[in-house]
């Protein structure tokens, strides 16, 4: 850059800084028009520096902020099981039998003969076990399959949400200019 176009444009610059605060828009053109050549006049924004738009500060200009939800984790302690993975039994309330139904618990069968037959269904006992959890007591979660965490639904999994005040955008546009800097 040549000097006399260095010492210009630090001249423009600081015209801008005096006059650009104090007087309108149209009154600051006219002004740094008479006072310096035209083309030689920085009339861009002083809030955006003449791009229109401001760095998001709460995303850090990415857009994207991390979801508190699941603190960016993208997935959370299952609700229906606490984490565990497993849940009691519906079937057996965590038993892992059940009353038998052919006896109904009582492990002998009235025959109609002077004596009670033992049961065949539970060999007298009374109670078989149950089959939906294997006798375990316990049955894998459906809502996690088992694994005691699912994915977050406030991020859908990714761990981040759309930052709210630049819209996803990582820019604001500038107010002082409404984006139209020239
Ligand atoms: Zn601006
Ligand atoms: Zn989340
Ligand atoms: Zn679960
Ligand atoms: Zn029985
Ligand atoms: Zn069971
Ligand atoms: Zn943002």
Redesign the pocket.
Known sequence: MPMHGFFRQLGSRLLNKILYSKMNKFFYILFCSLLLSFHSCDFSCENCGGDGYLECENCESDGKIECKECEGEGKKE?D??Y???K?ECDDCYGDGELSCSNCNGTGRIDDYSDRDELCYECNGSGSISCRDCYSSGEVK????Y???M?KCDECYGSGEIECEDCEGEGKIECKECDGASE
């Open positions: 299952c229906d099981c984490g565990e993975g849940k979660c459906d809502l996690c088992g694994i005691g699912i």
